[in-house]
Nanobody, 115 residues
Framework: VQLVESGGGLVQAGGSLRLSCAAS????????MGWYRQAPGKQRELVAV????????NYVDSVKGRFTISRDNAKNTMYLQMNSLKPEDTAVYYC?????????WGQGTQVTVST
């Protein structure tokens, strides 16, 4: 199984980024998937989830209304559209199944939001 995150970068507060997660080696469509992030000195947290089949989404309160999770099962790819970014969104972002599998963690993609 390989999950490869991309799309991170440096952006000013108020800006936008779109993260992608390309999956291989798993039957992507049957997995509930999530985006996680880990800020410096903090524990990794789940920020967004999308279910398999009916694509129901859920978000941590701090990103509700700003982030949108989506998936394209035909491309085995998941996305995270991040708008109105804040400095506190600075973190390494990872994708994984939900609940996560330890052997699924990839390298993540760094998102840095400047003031």
């Amino acid at each position: 199984v390989q999950l490869v995150e991309s799309g991170g970068g440096l952006v000013q507060a108020g800006g936008s980024l779109r993260l992608s997660c390309a999956a291989s080696g798993i039957i992507f469509s049957i997995n509930t998937m999530g985006w996680y992030r880990q800020a410096p000195g903090k524990q990794r947290e789940l920020v967004a989830v999308i279910t398999s089949g009916d694509d129901i989404t859920n978000y941590v309160d701090s990103v509700k209304g700003r982030f949108t999770i989506s998936r394209d099962n035909a491309k085995n790819t998941m996305y995270l559209q991040m708008n109105s970014l804040k400095p506190e969104d600075t973190a390494v972002y990872y994708c994984n199944s939900m609940p996560f599998r330890r052997d699924y963690w990839g390298q993540g993609t760094q998102v840095t939001v400047s003031t």
